[in-house]
């Protein structure tokens, strides 16, 4: 059974940063593209980043852009989002997601097939 595990979210003043990670473990298949989504309380769970199986391509969502960045652990099964400059409205459950399909990138839910346990993020103004 494939396993995703967050870790890295907590609490944080506004313009603090965060660094999230994910490890993915126990896949049968040989790559993936690894994403980043995030969910308020009240709101459907958007996407943040993504990055390909190769670690060559990244993608942020415009909310997060030049704040966020999207990293390949140098173990392929890993993946990393710096969070800089935080606001509270970034303030959400944090998930890393697992897609095997091909195209990239993919900004929908429904386009991955694993998730994880979510991390909450906390910003306070």
């Known amino acids: 059974q494939v396993q995703l595990v967050e870790s890295g979210g907590g609490l944080v003043q506004a313009g603090g940063s965060l660094r999230l990670s994910c490890a993915v473990s126990?896949?049968?298949?040989?790559?993936?593209?690894m994403g980043w989504f995030r969910q308020a309380p009240g709101k459907e769970r958007e996407f943040v980043a993504g990055?390909?199986?190769?670690?060559?391509?990244?993608y942020t969502a415009d909310s997060v852009k030049g704040r966020f960045t999207v990293s390949r652990g140098n173990a392929k099964n890993t993946v990393n989002l710096r969070m800089a400059s935080l606001q509270p409205e970034d303030t959400a459950v944090y998930f890393c997601?697992?897609?095997?399909?091909?195209?990239?990138?993919?900004?929908?839910?429904?386009?991955?097939?694993?998730w994880g346990q979510g991390t909450q993020v906390t910003v306070s103004s």
């Open positions: 126990k896949t049968s298949f040989s790559d993936y593209s």
């Open positions: 997601a697992v897609s095997t399909g091909h195209s990239f990138p993919m900004l929908l839910p429904s386009e991955y097939d694993y």
């Open positions: 990055v390909s199986w190769s670690g060559a391509a990244t």
